[in-house]
């Protein structure tokens, strides 16, 4: 019996588009005599719908149409305490479950899929679920904490400077004049919790560190802004396992149109005739990337630690920059789930992205059988302990 695999994406962020194309990709990739894949598409309004029409990208150019093919659903346990896709709304007479999951894969990038906000309720669902929990997804989400993390594990990175949009509004000067004092200009101005280089920019004084910050406000309420560096090399690596076995795919050095990586660098080949339908594959790249050995081996270590440091599970890419002007690495950031997945990392080292499904799906279904062995409850009744009269008040029955 095939296992049923609920592929959820789209979503309300920025990043609805990417996800998408991530999403189908993996489907159409994923072993058919394994696995059974159910598409759920999120849409913009936060309805979800599942069928067969989901699955041709091109279909999505005409979304109302689409949807009206589509079967509007939502996400339930059965009396037998199965996860399974119900009609919405439910018909008085008929079939009311239209499939039933048995591991769910989110493909949702940004917010309310990447933050841990997804895997949250699956796990409420007790289904097993591809990728971060919902601690390493929402650490890994958020600049700030991931950042204070890798920091206090000694880990290379960036300068930094966070606040909230509040606190900008009531103390602008002071930021400024510590953003100039420890980090200099120039600076990049990023929403602390996004993603897709959406809302980020360079700053090379005030006037253009306010605008910075203004734009990436509009995004998000926590900014982060960090250090620039001017002579760099940005290069990705992957990586595959969870907390206990990890393995680091080759690096890929990625080109950029601008100053820093756009969002059009990244899924439209630089805004240049791109081809969006292929996602992060489409982006301007050079695999492996052209460093010594060394140089390699250090990347892939560092990308490694990140993973496990930070808790993720899955596969995730992690992000660095290579100051040339010192040769010094840094990590950037952590995906935890990365556009396309970052399949195309994976297809130099022998792996294929029918194999990285496959290993994705069965680091899930491990995961849920170690959690079956711990302990999340205890049996006990607190109430039986007090007599009814105890509940009333305080200690012993005295009311305070």
């Known amino acids: 019996m095939k296992t049923r695999v609920g592929v959820f994406f789209g979503g309300v962020s920025v990043e609805h588009e990417v996800s998408v194309i991530s999403a189908l990709q993996a489907i159409h990739a994923m072993d058919n005599e394994r696995y059974e894949a159910i598409p759920i598409y ?22 109302d149409e689409l949807l009206s093919k589509a079967q509007k659903v939502t996400l339930t346990r059965a009396e037998a305490g199965n996860v399974v896709l119900q009609k919405d709304p439910v018909p008085k007479f008929g079939k009311r479950i239209v499939a039933e999951i048995d591991v769910a894969f989110p493909i949702v990038h940004g917010t309310f899929g990447e933050d841990g906000v997804l895997q949250g309720m699956f796990e409420l669902f007790d289904i097993p679920y591809v990728g971060c929990d919902v601690g390493s997804s929402a650490v890994g989400m958020d600049k700030v904490m991931m950042k204070q993390i890798l920091r206090d594990s000694n880990l290379p990175i960036l ?3 966070w606040f909230y949009a509040n606190d900008w509004m009531e103390d602008r000067e002071e930021f400024i004049q510590i953003i100039d004092q ?12 996004l993603g ?16 910075a910050v203004e734009e990436a406000m509009t995004f998000a309420s926590k900014i982060i802004v960090e250090r620039m560096v001017q002579n760099m090399k940005e290069v990705n690596c992957s990586v595959l396992g969870d907390y206990e076995n990890v ?61 496990q440091i930070l808790g993720a599970s899955g596969v995730s890419r992690i992000d660095f920059l290579i100051d040339q002007a010192t040769d010094k690495v840094y990590v950037n950031e952590i995906n935890t789930i990365p556009g396309s997945l970052s399949f195309y990392l994976w297809e130099p080292t022998g792996k294929d992205y029918k194999q990285l499904t496959h290993e994705l799906i069965q680091l899930a279904l491990k995961r849920k059988r170690e959690r079956e062995n711990l302990m999340f409850s205890i049996d006990s009744n607190l109430f039986s302990l007090h007599s009814a009269s105890g509940m009333k008040g305080g200690k012993n029955g005295s009311k305070r």
């Open 159 to 161: 300068e930094y400077v």
């Open 196 to 211: 897709s280089s959406v809302g980020i920019n360079p700053a090379s004084n005030r006037e253009e560190l306010e605008e």
């Open 42 to 63: 999120i849409s913009k309004k936060r309805d979800w719908y599942t069928g067969e029409e989901l699955l041709d990208v091109e279909a999505y150019q005409n979304l």
């Open 247 to 307: 393995e680091a795919s080759v690096i890929e050095e990625v080109l950029k149109s601008e100053e820093i990586l756009s969002y059009e660098d990244k899924y439209q080949g630089g805004g240049k005739n791109g081809d969006a339908a292929k996602g992060m594959e489409n982006t301007d790249r050079i695999i492996p990337a052209p460093l010594s050995e060394t140089r390699t081996k250090e990347i892939q270590e560092l990308a490694k630690d990140t993973f």
């Open 182 to 193: 420890s980090l200099h200009f120039p600076v990049i101005v990023k929403p602390a919790n």
